[in-house]
T-cell receptor
Framework: DVKVTQSSRYLVKRTGEKVFLECVQD?????MFWYRQDPGLGLRLIYF???????EKGDIPEGYSVSREKKERFSLILESASTNQTSMYLC??????????????FGDGTRLSIL | GQQLNQSPQSMFIQEGEDVSMNCTSS?????WLWYKQDPGEGPVLLIA?????ELTSNGRLTAQFGITRKDSFLNISASIPSDVGIYFC???????????FGTGTRLKVLA
């Protein structure tokens, strides 16, 4: 079974702090993704990475950055946390299929509160 | 941006009833996925569909990839209390790694 592990289930930080969310997958997947999930808005893509050191912006990258130094690990960074970044953050990974149509597998999420 | 319209938003059903939900879009997708999310957990993949017209089952769940490649439905037969949760569809845009997610159908089963 695919295992995507997010380092924290719950996190509370203060406005202006630099926040790191970590995600590790154990299935040698090329693609990794970060989403945020908010009530009524569904899942929105923040960033994704299709290879080590490669990244692309998703739909809502403002205020975030990412790091992929190793294939199995994808980090999301909130440069200066703000209260509107309070949300559920979900990491996902997938294989790089020939037509790109491999399903994404999700971690359990990190519920982040910014005070 | 692209959107997926998922309906219904929520539903209460009696245990034993069948359930149907669907997703539609103006965009064409290569792949449709259906996920279930329990409170405080991440989404779990239920069914993946890769070809227009494909009909796939997973136990009491059946999903179909619409012929036009713009829609998909999920049916749950003989619902049980543990079916409670939020069900999401996701469509993969042609030529990209990107998935667009529906806003979810919240299912509540009355015993």
């Amino acid at each position: 079974d695919v295992k995507v592990t997010q380092s924290s289930r719950y996190l509370v930080k203060r406005t202006g702090e630099k926040v790191f969310l970590e995600c590790v997958q154990d299935m040698d997947h090329e693609n990794m993704f970060w989403y945020r999930q908010d009530p009524g808005l569904g899942l929105r893509l923040i960033y994704f990475s299709y290879d080590v050191k490669m990244k692309e912006k998703g739909d809502i990258p403002e205020g975030y950055s990412v790091s992929r130094e190793k294939k199995e690990r994808f980090s999301l960074i909130l440069e200066s946390a703000s209260t509107n970044q309070t949300s559920m953050y979900l990491c996902a990974s997938s294989l790089l299929g020939g037509t790109g149509n491999q399903p994404q597998h999700f971690g359990d999420g990190t519920r982040l509160s910014i005070l | 941006g692209q959107q997926l319209n998922q309906s219904p938003q929520s539903m209460f059903i009696q245990e034993g009833e069948d359930v149907s939900m669907n997703c539609t879009s103006s965009s064409i997708f290569n792949t449709w996925l259906w996920y279930k999310q329990d409170p405080g957990e991440g989404p779990v993949l239920l069914i993946a569909l890769y070809k227009a017209g494909e009909l796939t089952s997973n136990g009491r769940l059946t999903a179909q990839f619409g012929i036009t490649r713009k829609d998909s439905f999920l049916n749950i037969s003989a619902s049980i209390p543990s079916d409670v949760g939020i069900y999401f569809c996701a469509g993969q845009l042609s030529g990209t790694y990107k998935y667009i997610f529906g806003t979810g159908t919240r299912l509540k089963v009355l015993a």
